[in-house]
């Protein structure tokens, strides 16, 4: 079988550049080792969001991109992402004073441009008490409030993977991808008897994509730090709106409840990983973690045990490799392009759940894929 383009991996970003591919009239198979959204699209925190912590390490690019795509997501899908406000109480002990964190937020709003409704505000500490008795009263200093979007990362990369193959796109989950080759004239891609053939290939696999160029001798210029965080999830909501808290190693933590499941997602941790993607799995000293971290902001009648824990979850971030600690590493993503020919080889770098659309866009331009311009001609 012939196609315009063939992807490797069915995530957010692979179902993404599917989708506008096929919008701009391209013929394109996606392939899976797994389940379309089963990496760590579905082991996400769950946000459509610009990311407020980066702005601390000054990614002012990547943060107006996220916030330009949450917009246009909340139009998009509206039944899967939603806006919801984040509490962030500071107290005496915090590590960064309210003035920053109050600079940044206004910070956010602006980055968030003019069609941003949803203005940050801050909270008086009566109310906040009054709304969330599970958090410790004492040595409070302020308490601010912003808005982010929030969605389920799996529906949301099998929408867009529906959305792919209402425009034709063709999916296979669970293959595994014997033989590549490609010269001059195009790829040759062999699953068990099966060949595939095309003049575009994209290796879109995530934290797998060095273990993906090395198997296949495809070429590289960069590489990726893989980082793994962990959500560990209780029944109930612990709280009744999301909160950013800060631990006291000045790291940040989301606590954040879902009642359409009726639990609560804490998370996340960051742990540099040398080994395999497939090898990484929870340790029981993050899950210790995030129940101290949390504890640390609870009431004694509302402290977590172990016990409380129903499950946890672990994903492998693809952060572009780079100098510095895993927290402070930059989310933005690279695209490398290696041509032969008429044939044209994409690696996907990174790549945020939210930035999804805006990648997918540069994906396209990048391989010289124009918009198809349908004119309306009069009688
Ligand atoms: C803990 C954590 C929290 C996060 N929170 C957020 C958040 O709140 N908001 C946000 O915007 N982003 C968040 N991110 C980042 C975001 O989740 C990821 O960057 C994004 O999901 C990556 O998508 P992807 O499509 O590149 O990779 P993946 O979703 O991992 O997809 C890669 C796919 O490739 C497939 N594959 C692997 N090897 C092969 C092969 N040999 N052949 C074929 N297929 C193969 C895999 O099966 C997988 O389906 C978070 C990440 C982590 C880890």
């Not at 002990?93 to 949803?118: E, F, V």
């Not at 879902?258 to 639990?263: A, I, T, V």
Request: charged share 25%.
């Amino acid at each position: 079988m012939t196609y315009d383009a063939i992807i490797l991996g069915a995530g957010i970003n692979g179902c993404g550049i599917a989708r506008e591919l096929a919008e701009r009239g391209q013929r394109v198979l996606v392939l899976d080792k797994g389940a379309i959204g089963g990496g760590t699209s579905s082991r996400s925190s769950r946000l459509i969001h610009g990311g407020l912590r980066y702005l601390e390490t000054r990614q002012f690019g990547l943060v107006r991109e996220a916030l330009a795509d949450r917009l246009e997501l909340l139009g998009r899908y509206p039944e899967l992402v939603s806006m919801r406000p984040f509490y962030l109480p500071i107290y005496r002990t915090s590590p960064r004073p309210a003035w920053r964190l109050w600079t940044g937020i206004k910070l956010y709003d602006a980055l968030a441009g003019q069609h941003n409704i949803y203005r940050s505000r801050k909270v008086a500490r009566k109310r906040f008490a009054r709304e969330f008795p599970a958090l410790k009263r004492e040595g409070i200093r302020a308490v601010l409030r912003y808005y982010d979007g929030k969605t389920n990362d799996l529906a949301l990369t099998k929408r867009v993977a529906e959305d792919a193959q209402e425009l034709g796109c063709v999916f296979r989950e669970g293959v595994d991808v014997q033989h590549m080759a490609w010269d001059e004239t195009g790829f040759e891609v062999s699953v068990g008897k099966k060949k595939y053939s095309s003049h575009i290939l994209i290796n879109a696999t995530g934290p797998w994509i060095d273990e993906v160029t090395a198997r296949y001798h495809l070429p590289s210029r960069f590489h990726i730090r893989k980082v793994s965080g962990i959500h560990i999830f209780v029944d109930g909501l612990l709280t009744p709106h999301p909160m950013f808290l800060q631990t006291e190693g000045k790291r940040v933590f989301f606590v954040i409840p879902e009642p359409e499941r009726d639990q609560t997602m804490i998370g996340t941790t960051e742990r540099e990983e040398p080994g395999r993607v497939d090898d990484v799995v929870v340790q029981e000293k993050d899950i210790d973690y995030l129940i101290r971290e949390v504890n640390a902001y609870l009431v004694p009648d509302h402290r977590l045990q172990r016990t409380d824990i129903t499950s946890a979850t672990v994903g492998i971030r693809p952060l572009v490799e780079q100098k510095g600690d895993a927290t402070d590493l930059s989310r933005e993503y690279e695209l490398d392009l290696h041509t032969r020919g008429q044939t044209q080889f994409l690696n996907i770098f990174g790549g945020k759940l939210t930035t999804y659309l805006s990648l997918s866009r540069r994906v396209a331009k990048t391989l010289g894929i124009k918009k198809i311009v349908s004119i309306a001609l009069r009688a």
